[in-house]
């Protein structure tokens, strides 16, 4: 089973607005990485998070992560159509960290 | 920009063929992974190899081997094909250590037939 589930599975949102993707895990890790995907390609590495760190800025990415609920949200802000893509959180299962493990996903859609 | 290659992009082939999908890194990454995903769907771990002749089975078990015998190359072969088979294949590696960062190829398009 994957080691994480992303939420909502599917979002649509308006170009300039802000768009929020949340991500759950299931045991213990060391640390939580978003990934982005553009259709029909490879992913790309966005963002990571350590355990000890509850927040995490990039760009227009904001992440968070709350150990105590296993979960970990990723905000993308003044949201552009080019943004559209699939987003993925991964992570190295606590005992595993030669594995990473991908959840779902979220599909991101922005119109103009 | 990863340096991280897979070929061929693309490939149709009829059932009962072996065929072996490639993966090159030049970044001298330890680590290397094999993903499957349908369109559109999750992706599921398959393979995967942290050093010169060690390889591990993934979450998903599939029919389909790999080998390390070099840092850099990370082969993925399907002995006899099947239509059950046609998927996406992702390659990836990432260097030793707990916190980093995974660089993807740009993937493999199977289609059996």
């Known amino acids: 089973s994957q080691q994480g589930e992303e939420d909502p599975q599917a979002l649509s949102i308006q170009e300039g607005e802000n768009a929020t993707m949340n991500c759950s895990y299931k045991?213990?890790?060391?640390?939580l990485q978003w990934y982005r995907q553009n259709s029909g390609r490879g992913l790309v590495h966005l963002i990571l998070?350590?355990?000890?760190?509850r927040e995490k800025h990039s760009g227009r990415l904001r992440v968070t992560l709350d150990t105590s609920k296993k979960s970990s949200s990723l905000l993308i802000t003044a949201s552009r159509a080019a943004d559209t893509a699939s987003y993925f959180c991964?992570?190295?299962?606590?005992?595993?960290?030669?594995?990473?493990?991908f959840g779902a996903g979220t599909r991101l859609a922005v119109h103009p | 920009e990863a340096d991280i290659y897979q070929t061929p992009r693309y490939l149709v082939i009829g059932t009962g063929k072996k065929i072996t999908l490639e993966c090159s890194q030049t970044?001298?990454?330890?680590?290397m992974y094999w993903y499957q995903q349908d369109p559109g769907m999750e992706l599921h771990l398959i393979h995967y190899?942290?050093?010169?002749?060690?390889?591990e089975k993934g979450d998903l078990s599939s029919e389909s081997t790999v080998s390390r015998i070099r840092t850099e190359h990370f082969p993925l072969t399907l002995e006899s094909a099947r239509p059950s088979h046609t998927s996406q294949y992702l390659c990836?590696?990432?260097?030793?250590?707990?916190?980093?960062?995974?660089?993807f190829g740009q993937g493999t398009r199977l289609t059996v037939v």
């Open positions: 970044m001298g990454h330890d680590k």
């Open positions: 998070i350590r355990s000890n760190e």
């Open positions: 190899s942290y050093g010169v002749n060690s390889t």
């Open positions: 991964a992570t190295p299962p606590s005992g595993g960290y030669n594995k990473l493990i």
């Open positions: 990836a590696s990432s260097p030793q250590g707990r916190s980093r960062e995974a660089f």
């Open positions: 045991t213990s890790i060391n640390n």
